[in-house]
């Protein structure tokens, strides 16, 4: 059980936007710590997508883009294309737990 | 080109200590900016934060595997490794090393390969 909660599975039709929630509590998202997103491949490393809330590092497409309200955030990613089919996972802190928490994943089909 | 890889064995028995070295490239673990660390993955399962370490040695660890696990740095080999104690079929996953920019829910701007690492006798 995930301490962040994300939708096990969304999915678009290309060039659709769709969007990925991510529900924390008060003791992480809702207590202000940032939250950060990632793209995960199988078999490749996790890509950061953004951080600090609504942030893309450079070379991240401005498709993608996130934001932070009370004790959620959300990921939306539009005009969906077929090489945005991926595994999606939110972080931030929890200052229960005393440390960095994912969210259990979001699998992105594009249809 | 900050690149971070990571090595050790790929199976480890039940009840041993599994190792694993972090080797990284076009930086330095000595840089006072950053924080290094290990998050794992196990199969068909989410992203699990270990641990972190920044260069003076402080380390921060996932409170839930705190008693076993052991985060180190070799500033003379640039390289940090993890040690995590009593290992059971559940500690199986892939294993990444990261760089993270602060200790407390920092984003990860770079992740190694990743290793998998399987307990079995």
């Known amino acids: 059980q995930s301490v962040l909660t994300q939708p096990p599975s969304v999915s678009g039709a290309p060039g659709q936007r769709v969007t990925i929630s991510c529900t924390g509590s008060?003791?992480?998202?809702?207590?202000?710590?940032?939250v950060h997103w990632y793209q995960h491949l199988p078999g490749t490393a996790p890509k950061l997508l953004i951080y600090?809330?609504?942030n893309r590092p450079s070379g991240v497409p401005d498709r993608f883009s996130g934001s932070k309200s009370g004790t959620s955030a959300s990921l939306a990613i539009s005009g969906l294309q077929a090489e945005d089919e991926a595994d999606y996972y939110c972080?931030?802190?929890?200052?229960?737990?005393?440390?960095?928490?994912f969210g259990g994943g979001t699998k992105l089909t594009v249809l | 080109q900050l690149q971070l890889q990571e090595s050790g064995p790929g199976l480890v028995k039940p009840s041993e200590t599994l190792s694993l070295i972090c080797t990284v490239s076009?930086?330095?673990?000595?840089?006072?900016?950053?924080?290094w660390g290990w998050i794992r993955q196990p199969p068909g399962k989410g992203l699990e934060w270990i641990g972190s370490i920044y260069y003076s040695g402080s380390t921060y660890y996932n409170p839930s595997l705190k008693s076993r696990v052991t985060i180190s740095v070799d500033r003379s080999k640039n390289q940090f490794s993890v040690k995590l104690s009593s290992v059971t079929a559940a500690d199986t996953a892939v294993y990444y090393c990261?760089?993270?920019?602060?200790?407390?829910?920092?984003?990860?701007?770079?992740w190694g390969q990743g290793t998998l690492v399987t307990v079995s006798s």
């Open positions: 972080q931030s802190y929890d200052s229960i737990l005393i440390g960095s928490v």
């Open positions: 008060s003791s992480n998202i809702g207590a202000g710590y940032d």
């Open positions: 076009g930086g330095s673990v000595s840089s006072s900016n950053y924080y």
């Open positions: 990261a760089r993270h920019l602060y200790s407390g829910g920092s984003h990860t701007d770079y």
């Open positions: 600090v809330n609504s």
